[in-house]
């Protein structure tokens, strides 16, 4: 058994509790989505469809309808407790913009239940960690973009809750914190996957905590739980526990216990299919021989 699979139930479950306290704890997710709505300023693209693919409550969704006010924007998430929330804030959001559309959509980022084809452009924060799959994931945004279509995104790399990881690290045999991928393999992965002009880049966010407790409460707000095949299946015992505040004692700086998210961006585009020199299409394979 792989120790770092994503249990997709226990996801969906844990996000689903979180929605109605989402948005007051969610600091972070929205921090990077701003960001990533500012990079859209330097791409000229006028969608007639997005698909915001892990859109949560609606938040990203709501940006999206707003710059692109003709277009048809699908919120795509796999916990319905967030969809419902997303579409309770999207009836005042119609009001506001009249011709904004939205529709919302249960379903996993792995397995879209969209044509191929059917969007120009797929959006995704902080989602994609979440997949267990990072290839077939590529593979099925390719799918569904049309072609000159725009995948931009987000997702967390390896160095982020690295304090915390630090912290369980020989206190009992169960993983605790996600794994997460490099940078550098994402943008193999997206190559791979058919997209072209692949653009990445990283940035380090720190956020600061008066105490490990309020690290913790920050991540159940938000839905993070450890969602990991290898994690323990019960309380973590006293002893254990105090092991890991002790631990992450050690990071204190300035008075403060510092959270790093490392923070991985990128963009590409579905270009035309390549062909042969008597029409063939040439199709990309993940596998090298």
């Known amino acids: 058994m792989n120790e770092f699979l994503i249990d997709k139930l226990q996801v969906r479950r844990a996000f689903s509790r979180a929605a109605r306290g989402y948005d007051a704890a969610a600091v972070l997710q929205r921090e990077v989505c701003q960001r990533m709505l500012e990079r859209l300023d330097f791409i000229k693209l006028q ?3 997005v698909l915001d ?3 949560g409550t609606g938040w990203g969704t709501r940006q999206l309808a707003q710059r ?9 998430d796999m916990a319905l407790g967030m969809l419902h929330v997303a579409r309770d804030q999207s009836g005042w959001w119609r009001k506001l913009f009249a011709g904004s559309q939205q529709s919302h959509l249960c379903a996993d980022v792995e397995v ?9 452009m797929v959006w995704s924060n902080l989602t994609l960690q979440w997949c267990n799959d990072l290839p077939a ?15 931009m995104f987000s997702t967390f790399g390896p ?4 304090e915390l990881r630090s912290s369980f690290r020989g206190v009992d045999g169960y ?15 997206l190559v791979h996957s058919g997209f072209a ?13 008066d105490d490990v407790k309020s690290v913790m409460q920050d991540l159940r707000g938000i839905g993070a739980h450890n969602a990991t095949a290898g994690r323990a299946q019960g309380m973590m015992g006293k002893a254990a526990w105090q092991a890991v505040l002790e631990n992450y004692e050690r990071h204190r700086r300035s008075g403060k216990l510092p959270a790093t998210f490392e923070v991985v961006y990128g963009h590409a585009w579905k270009p035309k299919p390549q062909v042969t020199g008597d029409g063939a299409q040439i199709i990309r394979t993940p596998f090298k021989l």
């Open 68 to 76: 692109y006010p003709a277009a048809q924007v699908v919120a795509l």
């Open 112 to 120: 879209l239940p969209l044509a191929a084809g059917s969007v120009e």
């Open 47 to 49: 969608p007639a469809r």
């Open 159 to 162: 160095d982020t809750l690295k």
């Open 53 to 55: 693919a892990g859109s």
């Open 197 to 209: 002009e692949p653009v990445m880049d990283m940035e380090i966010i720190t956020l600061t905590y």
């Open 175 to 189: 993983s605790h914190v996600n794994r997460f991928a490099d940078m550098h393999d994402i943008g193999d992965i």
């Open 137 to 151: 994931t590529f593979r099925e945004l390719h799918r569904v973009l049309k072609v000159d279509g725009l995948l």
